[in-house]
């Protein structure tokens, strides 16, 4: 469910205009500035102001907007149409029972706030321009609060709407006419490569893994003895997540390791874990909050210490592994010796620029069926070892249909599936437009 008209119901101001503030745009020809109550849905109402916001919003973003008086009519019939969809999504998901962790909604608000103001040089820049966008940094907040807590609720009732339906079907026309509709907007085509790959990561000593373990048996016995789990994790956490208490926020099946995830969706809320361990360390899960298919967790990742010596086995290992692929052996056979994880083993059409530096090098005029590396790739607490195989090279250039068929068919679906909830909706729900 495209949640654009979210922005407009709560009349936020987009990073992108706060990015280019200026003054409110005039009335254009045909517009005025009247109040009212243009349509009813359930228990709420939509004003003729709300309307004019979100027109004003719309331009803020560089939408067009007509000046001809028939075009401007339709335009804004649209809008109110969109508008009215909106409401009724979120007045059904709230009787549909869904609701919103408000944590949740203020990180997810103080995350955006802090990409936003990183846009400025200063501080005073940042309320200038909203001011300039009639916003404070108070009010502003609150408007971005309301967004994403309507945006949380409609992604929600929209997702378990949507499973329940059999996928619709999609004719080639309508793919056709979609690609050549929207072709304009698709930009040029990155560079792109495909590859095979095996990574080698350290692995610590014995000793060194014995010593995590013990680390780790000692936060579990505290924890018996009723320590707190966000205090150990800020004091014995070795990742990014032991800053916020070991927080994971929230996941689905699948997201996680293996290990990890068959511990945490075998729990019940509120359960502290054993000692699991997986390629990253020994992890003390606690399940934190149960929401349908998702899960809310903490845990407590102690990692052995990686020492010099290890990363140089790594590297012989790794060029083992080159020797082996240019001498002809399978890269999945590899890739399973050595335990790479199956989401990395084979990467396909991935755009030259969005792959890390020193491998974008590597690639550099390799061409199909070359083997590459090792190439130290940096990430995470320590170096790993990558050797690739190309499979696959991509010139930059215009998209084909078929470049961007799988996802014109998806978005096919899902406008489909949006459509048909709204006309339920609008069946089941009184619905009254006076415009």
Known sequence: ?????????????????LAQPGTPAQPQQGEEHWDGVVAVVGDTVLLRSDIMVALEQLRAQGQTVPTDPQEYGRFIRGLTDQLVNDLLLIEAARDAGEVVDPNDIERTVDQRIAE?????????AYIQALAEAGRTPENYRA????????????????????????????????IREFFEANRAQLGTRPAAISFQQVLIRPEPGDSARAAALKTAETVLQELGKGGDFEVLAR???TDATSERGGDLGWFRQGQMVREFD????????????????????FHIIKLEKVRGPERQARHILIRATISQADTDRAR??????????????????????????DEVRFQRDVPMDRLPAEVSAAFQGAEVGTVVGPVAV??????????????????????????????????????????????????????????
């Open 262 to 281: 068959q511990a945490v969706f075998a729990m019940r809320p509120g359960q502290v874990s054993g000692i699991v361990r997986t390629e990253f360390g």
């Open 235 to 237: 004091r014995y956490g």
């Open 378 to 435: 940096a990430g995470g607490p320590t170096t790993a070892f990558a050797v690739a195989r190309v499979t696959g090279r991509q010139t930059e250039g215009e998209y084909t249909l078929e470049d961007v068929r799988a996802q014109i068919v998806g978005r096919l679906r899902e406008m489909k599936m949006d459509q048909r909830i709204v006309e339920e909706l609008r069946r089941d729900m009184h619905v009254s437009v006076r415009l």
């Open 143 to 174: 408007e971005l609060i309301r967004r994403f807590a309507d945006e949380t609720l409609i992604n929600r009732f929209t997702s378990a709407r949507k499973a329940q339906m059999a996928p619709p079907a999609v004719s080639e026309q309508e």
């Open 116 to 124: 936003t103001r990183a846009r400025f040089p200063s501080e005073a």
């Open 316 to 341: 012989q290992r790794a060029d083992s592994v080159a020797t082996a692929a240019r001498a002809g052996a399978s890269m999945p056979d590899l890739a399973a010796k050595y335990d790479t994880p």
């Open 1 to 17: 469910m495209r949640i654009a008209f979210a922005l407009l119901l709560t009349a936020l101001a987009a990073p992108a205009a």
